[in-house]
């Protein structure tokens, strides 16, 4: 299966993005996906963001907890990250993924100060 991210893009501190994750074939089997992140510094590790199952139940990194919401629609093959309440600290490559299965290229957000 093949995922491709989009929605990202340059917004200012506060704002909001909703990024898009397009599976190539059906994710209704597909039982844990999920969102990460890497941010600009060197040496950045990928951190998790955000995952869900598919009976919709969620986990949240306390980072970005109470400000971003994952959510799936089985019947279109896509994965949701909703982003609001933007921080700086948020800018980096965002990538969708299925757990030792594999992952999209990602879309950049950048939060500007």
Known sequence: VQLVES???LVQAGGSLR???VAS????????MGWGRQGPSPGKQR?????????????????VKGR??????NEK????LQMNSLRPEDTGNYFCYIPDKTWGQGTQ?????
């Open 7 to 9: 929605g990202g893009g």
């Open 19 to 21: 990024l898009s994750c």
């Open 77 to 80: 093959n896509t994965l949701y």
């Open 47 to 63: 951190e998790q963001v955000a995952i869900i199952n598919n009976n919709g139940t969620t986990r949240i990194a306390n980072a």
């Open 109 to 113: 957000v950048t939060v500007s100060s």
């Open 68 to 73: 971003f919401t994952i959510s799936r629609d």
């Open 25 to 32: 074939e059906s994710i209704s089997s597909i039982r844990i």
